[in-house]
């Protein structure tokens, strides 16, 4: 961490929680990593975050009881709500235990479901500039 507080890099986030919560934190890094080569793993708003270009994929975040996963939208998150009914589900993210064994085939369905809504996202367009 910097003099400030905040985390530079993965691993300094990850080296400031305790190990059963870090290691649960990389194994669900790692496997959303595996998505796709051009995922990256940066820190943002001083938490993990997984990253496509400018467009975030998903978070996660260690709390004192739980980890809080988000995939960066709640359209995703409804999609996904029967299979995510054995944790506790917010409208943007949801809750797994600190010491939860990842679920691979979820993780990897929710990325790539939030991949292809970015697909179906108009990509914006430059403001012209008005002819006066």
Not at 25 to 38: F, M, P, V
Not at 108 to 128: G, N, Y
């Amino acid at each position: 961490m910097s003099a400030a507080g905040r985390h530079q890099t993965l691993e300094a986030y990850l080296g400031s929680v305790d190990s059963i919560k870090a290691q649960t934190l990389r194994s669900i890094i790692r496997t959303i990593l595996s998505t796709s080569d051009k995922l990256e793993g940066v820190i943002a708003w001083n938490v993990p975050q997984i990253r496509l270009g400018r467009h975030y994929v998903f978070g996660l975040s260690a709390s004192k009881n739980h980890l809080t996963l988000a995939p960066w939208s709640p359209p995703v998150i409804e999609a996904f709500r029967p299979r995510l009914s054995p944790f506790v589900v917010r409208k943007n993210c949801f809750l797994v235990p600190v010491d939860w064994q990842p679920d691979a085939p979820l993780l990897i369905d929710l990325v790539k479901a939030r991949l292809a809504e970015l697909d179906e996202s108009p990509v914006p367009r430059p403001k012209r500039k008005s002819a006066r």
